[in-house]
C-alpha cells in the first residue's frame, strides 16, 4: 500500500497568510513541522510579488542570449539565483533549509530559457519544478494580466527542456484536463518523478476516487502521484475517501 502524505498547496494565499506587502502576517515556521509546500508563484504573493517571479524568468532569458560570453553568462547566473533566494526567502518568507519547497512553473519559461529557469530555481533553494501543463486557471490569466506571453506546448517537452533529475520534476496537470493516452503519460513518466492532478473542484468524493484510480492506472511504476484537493470544497471524510482510493 502507496504512502499518503498531506502537504499544502498555495495557489492564492501568501505562506505566510498577509495580503499586501506591508502585512507582516504570520510566521511560516510552522511549515518545517509539516516539510514540503508548493507555490504557485504568479497568484499566491500578490501583483509586486508576481512581477519578481516574472523578472526571474527574464535573467535566465539573458543568461541563454548571453551564452557565447562566459563571463557574463556567468555573471547573469549568479543575478538569477539571488533574485531567486531572495524570492524564497525574503518575499515568500519560506525556510528552504528546513522546507522542500515545490515551485509551479509554466512550460513555455522553461523551454525559452533552455532550463536555464529549472537549474535557477534548484540552486536557490527549491526541491522540485512543478511544470504545469497550462490547463485553465490560475496561471494563463494571471501571465496575461502582468504581460507575459500565454499558451503552452505539450508538457513532455517542457519536461525535457528542464534538464534535471527525474526525481526533481513533477508534471502537473490542473482542473479539467484530460488524461492524456498512455503513450503521452508513458513519455512524461520517464522524464518526471511524480504527476500531480487538481481534480474538478464541483467533484464529489467518490467520483474524485474514480478519477484517481484512472489517473493511478496510466502511470509508470515507481511515479509518485499527488492529488490536489481543496479542504473548503471537500470535507474530512471525503478527502479521507479519496487518499485510501490514491493509496490503495
Known amino acids: ?23 507582516e502576517g504570520r510566521s511560516t515556521s510552522a511549515l518545517s513541522a509539516v516539510g514540503r509546500c508548493r507555490v504557485h508563484p504568479l497568484v499566491c504573493g500578490g501583483p509586486s510579488a508576481a512581477s519578481e517571479f516574472c523578472g526571474i524568468v527574464y535573467k535566465c532569458s539573458a543568461q541563454l ?11 547573469l547566473m549568479k543575478e538569477g539565483v539571488a533574485m531567486a533566494r531572495k524570492y524564497l526567502t525574503e518575499t515568500l518568507g519560506i525556510d528552504v533549509s528546513v522546507v522542500d519547497v515545490e515551485i509551479v512553473v509554466d512550460c513555455r519559461d522553461l523551454i525559452d530559457t533552455g532550463g536555464l529557469f529549472a537549474s535557477c530555481l534548484l540552486d536557490a533553494g527549491c526541491d522540485r519544478i512543478v511544470v504545469d501543463a497550462g490547463v485553465g486557471p490560475p496561471l494563463s490569466p ?16 517542457a519536461l525535457d527542456a528542464a534538464r534535471v533529475p527525474r526525481e526533481r520534476i513533477v508534471a502537473r496537470y490542473g482542473a479539467g484536463a484530460v488524461p492524456p493516452s498512455a503513450s503521452e503519460m508513458e513519455d512524461v513518466c520517464e522524464l518526471a518523478g511524480t504527476v500531480s492532478v487538481r481534480l474538478s473542484d464541483a467533484a464529489s468524493s467518490g467520483e ?31 478527502i479521507g475517501e479519496v487518499s485510501k482510493a490514491l493509496a490503495g
Open 208 to 238: 474524485a476516487s474514480e478519477a484517481a484510480e484512472v489517473w493511478k492506472e496510466l502511470m509508470a511504476e515507481g511515479t509518485e502521484m499527488v492529488l490536489e484537493l481543496d479542504p473548503n470544497v471537500m470535507d474530512d471524510a471525503g
Open 142 to 157: 494571471t501571465r496575461r494580466s502582468i504581460g507575459v506571453p500565454g499558451g503552452s506546448p505539450k508538457t513532455a517537452e
Open 65 to 75: 542570449a548571453a551564452s557565447n560570453d562566459k563571463k557574463a553568462s556567468k555573471r
Open 1 to 23: 500500500m502507496a504512502t499518503v502524505t498531506p502537504f499544502p498547496i498555495f495557489s492564492s494565499t501568501h505562506p505566510s497568510g498577509r495580503t499586501s506587502p506591508n502585512d
